[in-house]
């Protein structure tokens, strides 16, 4: 960014623009994330699926794939400032993922997610990421008492995920026993559509499907076992409900972190 001494107008990464640029919502990436998740994977209507990708992605060999997520997570940029205001830097996310491929080769797509950050909202929109507002919460591990799971260990652990006072999403993982594999979900690339409608007279929109790009990234404590979920079925969220579960499969709770530098447009 340039130097501000040197800059004659308002100007930042994002809106707000200011004089100095500090007054952007988000700042430039790098943007490092830690954070503990649940998820829940689960084979959903192949047919529902299809109709969720659009052009340029398709069903993969393991048509019908899918997962819930529910993640607490922890950012900042490379300068570390944010993690002094943990009211911006701490957010919870609800989303879902479907198996698809690119041109052969295998990827994921985040159909719908909400959160509870308008940063991470806005911060998602910069990438395509279709994220919404909402209420998310899930069980924390605890090192100490009884007042959730153990750390390590069997446990249960919930999600729930609700809309405008509605839950939309339930799910839980009832751990079991201990592993080092991801799921295969969360460990491919994820594709999104940024879409920037037009606003003036006669302009279009701004459209391209694009692939972000992480690095450093990291999986520990992994724990795995048989799990519940349900999808609403409220006409209000059928397009998401369209995605139930047909069958549930395996759950897995774990920490992770990774470093997202950036998108990748893909042609």
């Given at each position: 960014?340039d130097?501000p001494?040197?800059r004659?107008?308002?100007y930042?990464y994002?809106?707000?623009?200011?004089?100095?640029?500090?007054?952007?919502?988000?700042?430039?990436?790098?943007?490092?994330?830690?954070?503990?998740?649940?998820?829940?994977?689960?084979?959903?209507?192949?047919?529902?699926v299809?109709?969720?990708?659009?052009p340029?992605?398709?069903p993969?060999?393991?048509a019908g794939?899918?997962?819930?997520?529910?993640?607490?997570?922890?950012w900042?940029?490379d300068?570390?400032?944010?993690?002094?205001?943990?009211e911006?830097?701490?957010f919870?996310?609800?989303?879902?993922?479907?198996?698809?491929?690119?041109?052969?080769?295998?990827?994921?797509?985040c159909?719908?997610?909400?959160?509870?950050?308008?940063?991470?909202?806005?911060?998602?929109?910069?990438?395509?990421?279709?994220?919404?507002?909402?209420?998310?919460?899930?069980t924390r591990a605890?090192?100490a008492?009884?007042?959730?799971?153990?750390?390590?260990?069997?446990?249960?652990f919930?999600?729930?995920?609700?809309?405008?006072?509605?839950?939309?999403?339930?799910?839980?993982?009832?751990?079991?026993?201990e592993?080092?594999?991801?799921?295969?979900?969360?460990?491919?690339?994820?594709?999104h559509?940024?879409?920037?409608?037009g606003?003036?007279?006669g302009?279009?929109?701004?459209?391209?499907?694009?692939?972000?790009?992480v690095?450093?990234?990291?999986f520990?404590?992994?724990?795995?076992?048989?799990?519940d979920?349900?999808?609403?079925?409220?006409?209000?969220?059928?397009?998401l409900?369209?995605?139930?579960?047909?069958?549930?499969?395996?759950?897995?709770v774990?920490?992770?972190?990774?470093t997202?530098?950036?998108?990748?447009?893909?042609?």
């Amino acid at each position: 960014m340039d130097d501000p001494v040197t800059r004659t107008e308002p100007y930042g990464y994002s809106l707000p623009l200011s004089p100095t640029g500090a007054a952007a919502m988000v700042t430039p990436p790098p943007w490092h994330f830690s954070g503990e998740v649940v998820m829940v994977e689960y084979r959903a209507d192949p047919d529902a699926v299809a109709r969720h990708l659009p052009p340029g992605l398709e069903p993969g060999p393991d048509a019908g794939a899918a997962a819930a997520v529910w993640a607490q997570w922890q950012w900042c940029s490379d300068s570390g400032d944010e993690l002094e205001a943990p009211e911006r830097c701490q957010f919870a996310e609800f989303l879902i993922l479907l198996a698809c491929q690119h041109r052969g080769v295998p990827v994921v797509r985040c159909p719908y997610a909400w959160v509870d950050s308008a940063v991470s909202l806005v911060r998602g929109w910069i990438q395509g990421m279709p994220k919404q507002f909402g209420e998310i919460n899930q069980t924390r591990a605890v090192p100490a008492g009884r007042a959730g799971p153990p750390m390590s260990g069997a446990g249960t652990f919930n999600g729930v995920a609700s809309v405008f006072g509605q839950r939309i999403a339930r799910g839980a993982v009832h751990t079991r026993t201990e592993h080092g594999d991801p799921p295969p979900l969360f460990a491919l690339p994820l594709v999104h559509s940024r879409l920037f409608p037009g606003w003036v007279p006669g302009e279009g929109p701004v459209t391209g499907l694009v692939a972000s790009q992480v690095t450093d990234v990291t999986f520990t404590g992994l724990r795995s076992g048989p799990a519940d979920l349900w999808l609403t079925d409220d006409p209000a969220f059928a397009d998401l409900g369209s995605l139930a579960p047909r069958e549930v499969g395996t759950g897995t709770v774990f920490s992770y972190g990774e470093t997202l530098v950036g998108g990748r447009c893909l042609a």
